[in-house]
């Protein structure tokens, strides 16, 4: 079968970042005299090899991506297939099943659990599937028909309107493929449970990575007032109030977003408990800055500061002065817990920034503890850029405090 593959030819020495674990070929790499790299059709299986011909394994190629070929099995003869993507999904979901007792999960995390490109998020008996390359799009009739085998879910949605589509030169579209359709998911997370939009949410409609961080809320919320700022649909105050909070308030630019974080604290019983401020954050924090309003925790998830590497320092900045508005209306021993999902923003460079937004104000902050994915976005350790996740639980005190 692999006799009527391409070739991608890898310049001399360029082999190396694949040797030592990493997954892609950038078209740098790419030796194109020998390889007709533009004359491939995006997503089209390929066979890498170094300079000297070694079948380095079997992958895929698009020329129009700046990743021009994702390494997919080191065995040259297994391709992307039904037959690969089974056992894949099937180590996934042993996975899973070992660290959680409900279906709701992240299935597949791309390059961590050894299928680049693809996002498969379990919501019970609906899964949703995103095909973030133009392999995994070419691939996608296999990718549903090995989870319909390992899975067999009732239904299963394709969200493939991802930002990194774009990057792929692919279109953009929503359908469900399997199943009656559903207005929204259930979630159940940390002994709460939560309703998202299936087909309008954000992502897959639920962010799983921070399971492993909302549940270690309780001895920080227990009895005191929360601030959730980039609420969403309220998983952390929904959480907070569940862990003994008196009060929480969810912060966001959408109202059908608040609107599902204030049915979310219904269904746990939590209604009365919170409220919702819809804004512009940064206004929204300077206003209470400036009304004197305090709260004991703060919460500060936003979205991706910097998603490419040349927009690194107003990212930084974006952090530090969030981070700083943030801790302008904690109380005078007051927990801030702040986190960032940009995979170029590594741990230290967050909490240096949060550090300075303290020293500003002077104000002393200890770190508590750190954060990070939880068990079902498993990073590989060869590519740093699955490393994206990082939360910190500071306590801010007065400067003179302590030193």
């Known amino acids: 079968m692999t006799e009527s593959i391409p070739s991608l030819w890898l310049k001399r020495g360029e082999e190396r970042r694949l040797r030592a674990g990493h997954l892609w070929v950038f078209s740098n790499e790419v030796d194109t005299r020998r390889s007709p790299l533009q004359e491939l059709e995006p997503g089209v299986p390929v066979l890498i090899r170094n300079q000297a011909g070694k079948a380095l394994g079997s992958g895929y190629a698009n020329p129009h991506s700046l990743i021009c070929a994702r390494l997919v099995s080191r065995d040259p003869d297994r391709v992307l297939d039904e037959g690969l993507l089974t056992h894949r999904l099937n180590l996934a979901l042993a996975l899973r099943q070992r660290h959680f007792a409900s279906p709701c999960y992240r299935l597949v995390h791309g390059e961590g659990d050894g299928l680049p490109g693809l996002v498969v998020d379990r919501y019970g008996d609906t899964c ?119 009060h929480a308030t969810c912060v966001d630019s959408s109202s059908s977003a608040l609107d599902r974080a204030q049915e979310n604290a219904r269904r746990n019983d939590a209604g009365r408990a919170l409220t919702t401020i819809e804004g512009d954050a940064v206004q929204v924090l300077q206003a209470l800055r400036d009304e004197r309003e305090r709260y004991d925790v703060v919460i500060v998830d936003p979205p991706a500061f910097v998603k490419r590497r040349k927009d690194l320092r107003n990212g930084l900045a ?86």
């Open 128 to 246: 949703v599937v995103q095909p973030n390359t133009a392999g995994m799009e070419r691939a996608l009739e296999a990718v549903l028909a090995s989870l319909q085998r390992v899975v067999k879910p009732r239904r299963i949605l394709v969200r493939a309107d991802a930002g990194p589509r774009q990057l792929e030169g692919l279109d953009s579209y929503v359908r469900w493929v399997s199943g009656d359709p559903v207005e929204t998911l259930d979630v159940e997370e940390n002994g709460c449970h939560f309703q998202v939009a299936a087909v309008d949410g954000q992502k897959t409609g639920w962010y799983f990575d921070h399971r492993a961080n909302r549940a270690r809320l309780a001895p920080y919320v227990r009895g005191h007032r929360i601030l959730d700022v980039f609420s969403y649909v309220g998983a952390w105050a929904v959480q907070g109030l569940a862990a003994g909070a008196e």
């Open 318 to 403: 974006g952090y530090r002065r969030i981070n700083q508005l943030a801790m302008q209306v904690l109380a005078r021993d007051g927990v801030l817990i702040t986190a960032s999902c940009s995979s170029h923003v590594d741990r230290d460079a967050l909490l240096r920034e949060v550090l300075a937004g303290a020293r500003h104000l002077d104000r002393s902050l200890h770190v508590l503890e750190g954060g990070g994915h939880a068990a079902d976005h498993p990073e590989h350790p060869a590519i740093p850029e699955t490393r994206y996740l990082k939360a910190w639980f500071c306590r801010v005190l007065p400067a003179w405090s302590t030193v």
